[in-house]
């Protein structure tokens, strides 16, 4: 049993070896020949995986450590028999930090509370459910958009976009990518969108770089509008407009779901999927994987109040760390990749244990997503 895996899958050459002979390979591309004896192959979301990648190797199963599947012609997959799986949610969490990082970044600039503001998520799955609980348990409201869950019936109050453009003082994309269909996200921000947004309003897009149309949010910022646009992905990739990340009040290489904890859960959850394809049982567990994190314990005095709540997270993740990086090296022929190719350690807040004299404040650290205990 031969398996390709990305180069940029920790913890991979480590888990597949128990299932066959390991080889890593770069991503972008493929190199052709690997694939004539693979019988399983592993990516990330910089590889399409297509007809023209697969055809005519002896390819079984396709393995995505990745929420997205846009990078994936799943039907064709399904139609040559070969069996797939993603990892649906293993970097939700980390997503809803990288937004949250952004907005106590914003919220320090422009002097804001963002318990007084309106937050506005369009896509609640994974990544936007999570983002909603967070908010609310801090007291943030929130306003959702999802049409298909709303079609499903699903609890909860569900808004059209439109209600969101309006009323909402950030609006933030977690939708899949999808270029066609009754639920097109595809250019879901466009021109006429962007012109509706009321001034001084947050675009936060951690999604795919197309649910946003980048000439025209560029073209609305050229032309004086009012916005502060926090950007992860681009459309394109990894050939971002440079006069884009200019304009963006923060930029990243598209590394919004980049904790440790979230590669290594996409890395578990492909090796499980592979394990059950095979039918060999194959399990394993965050625990055995992670090192200890570098920042293990703080002990926090008296109550938590926004600043205290912004030093705290940026402490686990300041989303700066990610952003000027970006900024020195976007020019540079391979710099986005390499970026994201070398990215340094990264925790959720869940690995910091904040020790709190106060119980509320513990007891608030828990619900956002912190290990608090009150002594
Ligand atoms: N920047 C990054 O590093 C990361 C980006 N992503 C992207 O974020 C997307 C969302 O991630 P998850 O929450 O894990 O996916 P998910 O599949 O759990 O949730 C997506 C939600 O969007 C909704 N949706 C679909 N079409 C919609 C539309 N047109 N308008 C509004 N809602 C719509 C779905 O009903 C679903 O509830 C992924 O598909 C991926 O493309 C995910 C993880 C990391
Ligand atoms: O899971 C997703 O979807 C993402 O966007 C990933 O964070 C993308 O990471 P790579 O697979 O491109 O390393």
Same mark, same amino acid.
């Given at each position: ?16 070896? +128990? ?7 770069? @991503? +972008? ?15 990330? !979301? ?6 023209? *990648? ?29 069996? $797939?799986?993603? /990892? ?11 937004? $949250? ?23 609640? @799955?994974?990544?936007?459910?999570? *983002? ?25 109050? $569900? ?17 899949? *990518? ?12 466009? /021109? ?6 009321? #001034? ?12 946003? #149309? ?5 073209? /609305? ?52 999927? $592979?394990?059950?394809? *095979? @039918? ?6 965050? !625990? ?38 970006? +900024?020195?090296?976007?020019?540079? /022929? ?22 709190? #004299? ?12 912190? !290990?608090? !205990?009150?002594?």
């Amino acid at each position: 049993m031969k398996i390709l895996v990305d180069e940029n899958m920790p913890y991979a050459e480590r888990l597949f070896s +128990r299932l066959g002979e390991v080889r890593a390979v770069s @991503g +972008r591309p493929v190199p052709p020949d690997a694939l004539n004896d693979a019988d399983a192959l592993m990516v990330r !979301s910089v590889t399409k995986v297509n007809a023209e *990648l697969l055809a005519g190797t002896p390819v079984r199963f396709v393995g995505t450590a990745t929420a997205g599947t846009d990078h994936v012609d799943e039907e064709w997959l399904a139609q040559q028999g070969i069996g $797939f799986s993603a /990892a649906p949610g293993c970097n939700a969490i980390a997503v809803v930090e990288y937004v $949250f990082s952004a907005l106590m970044l914003l919220a320090e600039r422009d002097g804001f509370d963002l318990r007084e503001k309106t937050v506005g998520i369009v896509g609640v @799955g994974n990544v936007g459910g999570r *983002l909603d609980q967070r908010l609310r348990a801090l007291g943030v409201k929130t306003l959702l958009c999802d049409p298909p869950r709303a079609e499903r019936g699903d609890d909860g109050a $569900f808004y059209p976009l439109e209600t969101l453009v309006k009323d909402a003082d950030v609006l933030t994309f977690h939708t899949p *990518l999808n270029k066609s269909g009754p639920y097109q996200s595809l250019h879901l921000a466009d /021109a006429e969108l962007l012109a509706a947004l009321p #001034d001084n309003r947050i675009l936060i897009n951690a999604s795919r770089g197309p649910v946003v #149309d980048n000439a025209a949010l560029l073209q /609305a910022l050229e032309g004086g509008k009012t916005l502060s646009a926090v950007l992860d992905v681009w459309e394109p990739e990894p050939a971002l407009s440079l006069p884009l990340l200019a304009r963006a009040d923060i930029g990243t290489p598209h590394i919004a779901g980049y904790s440790l904890e979230g590669k290594a859960r996409g890395t578990t959850q492909v090796f499980e999927a $592979f394990g059950a394809f *095979l @039918g060999e049982p194959a399990q394993a567990s965050l !625990s055995e994987l992670l090192p200890p994190p570098e920042m293990a314990s703080v002990r926090l005095r008296g109550k938590l109040n926004q600043d205290v709540l912004k030093r705290l997270i940026h402490l686990v993740y300041d989303v700066r760390r990610d952003d000027a990086p970006l +900024r020195r090296v976007a020019g540079e /022929a391979g710099g986005f990749d390499r970026l994201r190719k070398h990215y340094p350690e990264r925790r959720e807040w869940s690995s910091l244990n904040v020790v709190c #004299d106060d119980g509320e404040t513990a007891a608030l650290l828990t619900a956002l997503g912190f !290990s608090a !205990s009150a002594a």
